[in-house]
């Protein structure tokens, strides 16, 4: 037994004793097992993580249809906007053509009975003138028995007119 003295012969013999060991408890059949168990778990992990990136794919396609539909609708919203906002400034541009179409008809009407009432004043002017040029002529010209005269005349013709 000499060889027991020789650390390299009781190391390797206590390393074949526990290998004997593992192998008896079935240590590597737990190890394979064990593995086993870590292979389909990482299997299943990889196996959802593209489920996951399939879900996420198409998550991300319909968000950018949805986007692409909002950028549609925004687009129309603001055509629309800019039609109506032209409309609105053709219409605002009729309403002031009218409103200025009118004030001048007005105005031309202000104008014309100003130049009417002008025109009235001055033939009353005219007609109080020749009243008063009138009547000094005729106070000037006219004596007494030739007033009764007219006066006889006047009463005579409306005598005859009531008859």
């Known amino acids: ?37 870590r292979a389909e778990k990482i299997k299943a992990d990889i196996a959802e993580a593209r489920e996951l990136r399939e879900e996420a794919q198409q998550l991300l396609a319909s968000y950018e249809r949805k986007q692409k539909e909002v950028e549609e609708l925004s687009a129309e919203i603001v055509s629309k906007a800019r039609e109506d906002a032209q409309a609105a400034a053709a219409q605002a541009k009729v309403e002031l053509e009218q409103s200025i179409a009118r004030r001048l008809d007005s105005a031309k009407d202000q104008i014309a009975s100003a130049e009417s009432a002008a025109m009235k004043e001055v033939k009353d002017r005219a007609v109080a003138v020749a009243v008063a040029a009138a009547r000094d002529v005729i106070t000037d010209k006219m004596d007494a028995s030739r007033a009764n005269a007219l006066i006889d005349d006047a009463i005579g013709e409306v005598g005859q007119k009531l008859h």
């Open 1 to 37: 037994m000499d060889f027991l003295y020789n650390t390299d012969i009781v190391v390797a013999i206590a390393f074949v004793i526990f290998i004997g060991i593992l192998l008896y408890v079935g240590v590597p059949g737990m190890v394979t097992k064990l593995l086993d168990e």
